[in-house]
């Protein structure tokens, strides 16, 4: 009870600490004006592989979001904990009867819902327009693709905490975060089909590599819910659709990022407890 009490101070801390903070509110109004601008340039009445009205806007939406969210939730988060422990902020904190555990679990759920928050607002805030200007609203599209959004803010959330807590210094953490974010997005299904094509390595073991990526896993996982052929991914589209069903994957592209969020996060609170990071 008393570290439960310990991780909801420390929540609600982080929580009014970015309220706080400028750029939390410019991250939300990049989304919410990024909505508007959407509805206001007629884009529900384009249509892409038979979408049309609101199941428009929300590809585009999954498709901004997968450039914005990741480099965000690094940059803003990485700082978190080395940058505690660099201007003494943790060592005030620790010296509260609070855990090093509720301290660093308490640090990832306030950030989760201080990232998620503003792109599940805007979301929902495009389907109650559409209830309101008389637009069909996909309901399915819209609770899978939050879960989707979900599952990508933690994976970041949970490998920006272990950077942290591995981190000596703030500039590592940012540089060191940045790499990572390269990679990732290096390695998505285009330079994949370009490697194997020089290369003339094995397809199947080169595009289920690519699949080990969460972001190329959560960009299929979006794109395959409004293109059931996944025809825009070419050839690597025969691999995926041909090894498991179109809502196996589904599955797998919400659970893999969360999982994989979850376990930098438990490998980030166990160095965090073992080693001196005061």
Do not use: C, H
Request: proline content about 3%; charged content about 10%; cysteine-free.
């Amino acid at each position: 009870m008393k570290n439960f009490e310990s991780l909801k101070e420390i929540i609600k801390s982080d929580i009014r600490q970015n309220l706080r903070s400028t750029w939390f509110w410019a991250y939300s109004l990049l989304f919410g004006g990024f909505v508007a601008v959407m509805f206001t340039s007629g884009i529900t009445e384009s249509q892409i592989i038979g979408f049309v009205g609101l199941s428009r806007l929300m590809v585009t939406f999954m498709q901004i979001s997968m450039a914005i969210l990741p480099i965000y939730v690094l940059i803003s988060t990485v700082r978190s904990v080395v940058g505690d422990r660099e201007n003494s902020v943790m060592e005030y904190i620790l010296s509260l009867p609070i855990s090093f555990s509720s301290y660093f679990w308490g640090k990832l759920i306030g950030r989760f819902f201080i990232i998620y928050t503003p792109v599940f607002i805007a979301l929902l805030g495009s389907v109650i327009w559409a209830l309101i200007t008389n637009i069909d609203v996909p309901w399915d599209l819209f609770f899978l693709y939050s879960a989707l959004l979900a599952s990508l803010v933690f994976f970041f959330l949970g490998l920006s905490m272990y950077i942290s807590a591995r981190a000596s210094s703030q500039d590592i953490a940012v540089s060191t975060a940045f790499i990572i974010w390269l990679f990732l997005v290096a390695f998505i299904d285009l330079i994949l089909i370009g490697i194997m094509l020089r290369m003339r390595g094995n397809p199947d073991l080169i595009i289920g590599l690519g699949m080990l990526n969460p972001l190329q896993v959560f960009r299929t996982g979006s794109l395959i819910l409004f293109d059931p052929q996944l025809t825009v991914m070419g050839t690597a589209s025969y691999y995926v659709l041909d090894t498991v069903s179109r809502s196996v994957f589904i599955a797998f592209s919400i659970l893999y990022p969360i999982i994989l969020g979850f376990l930098f996060a438990f490998l980030g609170n166990r160095y965090f407890n073992r080693n001196d990071v005061v």
